[in-house]
């Protein structure tokens, strides 16, 4: 049973609708993060999240839309997708800034998004 | 800027041998941390093993080992005695000192074990 946990697991989407990704963390961590996959490409940091406060936004296109309402969730709402942005969705959490080193990062199941 | 390689996308062992995954990073930085972490198809990202570029030896965790040359700037995982249960995708991942937590990631290798 993993710390984070992601809804739903599979999404399947017309460009037209609006749909939102849940991720939560119950490790009481207080950063969290959206990472895209898609296949045969490194894994995209997409938002970071530190104490609620977003801190990190690489250059998302503004159909992805974060929300972190607490430290225990985030959000990732969709809207008006395109075909290309049919991947996997990981969510992660950590402790947040200057944290040792070797800290890791707990990742959930992920969301697989197919976008028609 | 950072950057993670792996070069090989998919790699065949046999149950029992030892395999080793190769893994290049390129930095600027001096201190830095490098990750290597397991995805099953289940599709949840497993942390495996982790090297401190300041660490004098290099890490292991059970049948994991990590083969860090730093002047090389590799971090190879290699796992002895190779399991069926050891297929899946393996990533290696950095992470630079400063600033808010962040994992910088390569492309992975496909990792088959066959009996």
């Known amino acids: 049973e993993t710390g984070v946990t992601q809804t739903p697991r599979h999404l399947v989407m017309g460009m037209t609708n609006k749909k939102s990704l849940k991720c939560e963390q119950h490790l009481g961590h207080n950063a969290m993060y959206w990472y895209k996959q898609s296949a045969k490409k490194p894994l995209e940091l997409m938002f970071v999240?530190?104490?609620?406060?977003?801190?990190e936004n690489n250059s998302v296109p503004s159909r992805f839309s974060p929300e972190c309402p607490n430290s225990s969730h985030l959000f990732l709402h969709l809207h008006t997708l395109q075909p290309e942005d049919s991947a996997l969705y990981l969510c992660a959490s950590s402790q947040a800034d200057r944290v040792p080193m070797n800290t890791e990062a707990f990742f959930g199941q992920g969301t697989r998004l197919t976008v028609v | 800027a950072q950057k993670i390689t792996q070069t090989q996308p998919g790699m065949f062992v046999q149950e029992k041998e030892a395999v080793t995954l190769d893994c290049t990073y390129d930095t600027s930085d001096p201190s830095y941390g490098l990750f290597w972490y397991k995805q099953p198809s289940s599709g949840e990202m497993i942390f495996l093993i982790y090297q401190g570029s300041y660490d004098q030896q290099n890490a292991t965790e059970g049948r994991y080992s990590l083969n860090f040359q730093k002047a090389r700037k590799s971090a190879n995982l290699v796992i002895s005695a190779s399991q069926l249960g050891d297929s899946a995708m393996y990533f290696c991942?950095?992470?630079?000192?400063?600033?808010?937590?962040?994992?910088?990631f390569g492309t992975g290798t496909r990792l088959q074990v066959f009996p």
């Open positions: 999240y530190n104490f609620k406060e977003q801190t």
């Open positions: 991942a950095m992470r630079e000192e400063g600033g808010f937590y962040k994992l910088i």
